[in-house]
């Protein structure tokens, strides 16, 4: 059985909602700073 | 002068951050070591991030429904902004449930993919649509203007959300029908049970926190002046006048 795909979902998920996080924090500090 | 309201908006955020990384944390855990699937074996520890996020998507896109008519009635761009937010989290929380049902589907449907299947592909068009809806916010500079004609399409677009949810009933074709039912939670045993409660609690918290953040940006966002859209440099030719 392949559990390459239960990781791949993991990482694409958690990496997906982790990104938006850290590109929030991005967007207002850019704001913040202008 | 009372500075209560100002020191719990500001300790609102970090404490919603700290119980989304426990409750995220937790989640993981009672994914990873819940019982396998007596038929699918560990394909249905994806179950886990599938269902919350598609649940989530619902309630995001719900919300987004509720600040458009916040708009419409009250004309207030704090209605506006929370609707832009959630439809924003929608969109990523649909794209998840997408991305780790197609994952889910080939190893035990034996296909990444099925257009043929009502779920699945009304699904993708609610993803599209809302993805159509921030397009729209994008390509209107005035901020009225912009709240109007996304409150207009954030309240059309929300009747695909009991569609979607329903599809499993209305149309019995290749996906699974609905886990979570009246009467009980259709899984093999307790752990599975726990680990699904837990992660839709975790991933709600995690919407929440994340939209607070968005709403956040929103004031700060506004304060800058828009830039022009493209195109808007080039003006019509003047036909007909002589040279």
Known sequence: MNDGYVWLAYLVAYGLIGGYGVALVGRRR????? | MNTQPS???SLLLPTMFGLTIAGVGAGLWTALT???????????????????????????????????????????????RLAEASAELGVMFTAIALFSGSLWGKPVWGAYWDWADARLASTALMFFVYLGYLALRRATPDPVARARRSAVLGLVAVIQVPLVYFSVNLWRTLHQGMTVRPDGVQLGDSSMVTALLVNLAAFT???????????????????????????SAVTAPKLGESR
């Open chain 1, 30 to 34: 850019r704001r913040d700073r202008s």
């Open chain 2, 34 to 80: 819940s019982s396998p699937d007596v038929e699918q074996g560990n394909f249905v520890r994806i179950l886990y991030v599938h269902a919350p996020s598609a649940w989530l998507a619902f309630l995001a896109f719900g919300v987004t429904a509720l600040g458009s008519i916040g708009w419409l009635v009250r004309r207030k761009l704090g209605w506006d």
């Open chain 2, 7 to 9: 020191r719990t908006r």
């Open chain 2, 205 to 231: 918290l995690l919407y929440v926190t994340l939209l607070l953040a968005r709403i956040r940006i929103g004031p700060a966002e506004a304060a800058v002046p828009d830039v022009r859209p493209a195109g």
